[in-house]
């Protein structure tokens, strides 16, 4: 299956802006972040404390819902879903 991943700021320079990334059925969000981990220098650093929690710097959407609701590292995926990640921001 084929899932899209868009980054946003610093994951953008990690990732660049938009990929696409081909994973076996079954495979859950956790698969996919650490696929791209090993082949992007500095994503895992980024994304994961020393625990393997997710970071609170790096928020991660999939298919624009906030993957706490989904899951978490545990969502499973499915063809054509999108990925956003990108650092929390504030505004005022």
Avoid at 56 to 85: F, H, P, Y
Wanted: proline share 4%; hydrophobic share 50%.
């Amino acid at each position: 299956m084929k899932v899209n991943v868009v980054a946003f700021a610093n994951f953008r320079e990690i990732l660049g802006k938009e990929i696409e990334v081909a994973l076996p059925a079954g495979a859950r969000l956790r698969d996919l972040l650490d696929l791209l981990a090993k082949s992007h220098l500095g994503l895992h650093e980024e994304v994961y404390e020393p625990t393997g929690a997710l970071k609170d710097t790096a928020m991660i959407m999939l298919n624009r819902v906030n993957i706490d609701s989904q899951g978490g590292l545990d969502a499973a995926l499915k063809e054509g879903d999108e990925l956003a990640i990108f650092p929390p921001f504030a505004g005022g």
